[in-house]
């Protein structure tokens, strides 16, 4: 099932309204949904370089909306929708285990690590900080930061480099994703200290 809806995601990009696709998928992908927006973004990106910028404001601010209805999944409905869609989608475990090292500064994290490169999953981070009352302005400027940051930053790359540098991302994406996990978690510790 995992991997239809992979590819239906990823035939998506050749679609006519691949533009608002790109921005439902964003939203969704922040809040409940298991496929990333890359799946989409890099595709399109390819296919239309010229469009690149357009692309990641497209997905940045979808995506930050993504995350906004995630908190207000967690703060306001947790038991009613947020726990069985966790347990729909196997993030209840993954969850739980985070809500033991919430804290400010531990949320803050985890949601630039989540955001710039989905460790841990964005959408259990954002349901999580709305479980726990995190600051909502901190949270959307975060937000803002992380996935402008990874949507500008795969387009900078996209539009210097092409096909050459999405095949280095996606041949290496868990490498990227534990360099971007160890430098958060260097800023965290020495922030923390």
């Known amino acids: 099932m995992f991997r239809k809806l992979y590819y239906w995601t990823f035939s998506l990009a050749g679609h006519p ?3 608002a696709a790109l921005g439902a998928v964003s939203f969704v992908e922040s809040s409940f949904f298991p496929i990333p927006a890359d799946v989409l973004f890099l595709p399109m990106c390819l296919s239309r370089p010229e469009k690149v910028w357009r692309y990641a404001l497209i997905a940045s601010v979808f995506s930050v909306l993504g995350g906004i209805f995630g908190w207000l999944l967690g703060h306001y409905a947790f038991d009613l929708i947020g726990r069985p869609m966790l347990e729909a989608m196997g993030k209840m475990d993954s969850f ?18 989540s955001g710039l ?8 981070v954002t349901i999580l900080a709305g479980v726990i009352s995190f600051d909502p302005i901190l949270f959307i400027l975060s937000a803002i930061v992380a996935r402008g940051a990874r949507f500008y930053g795969l387009a900078w790359l996209l539009s210097r480099y092409g096909a050459r540098i999405a095949a280095f991302i996606e041949k290496r994406a868990g490498w990227v994703a534990l360099a971007v996990l160890l430098v958060a978690g260097l800023a965290w510790y020495f922030l923390k200290g």
Do not use: N, S, Y
């Open 17 to 19: 309204r691949a533009e």
């Open 117 to 124: 490169a989905h460790v841990p999953p964005m959408k259990v």
């Open 96 to 113: 739980e285990r985070l809500q033991g090292t919430t804290g400010d500064l531990a949320i803050l994290v985890m949601l630039v690590t």
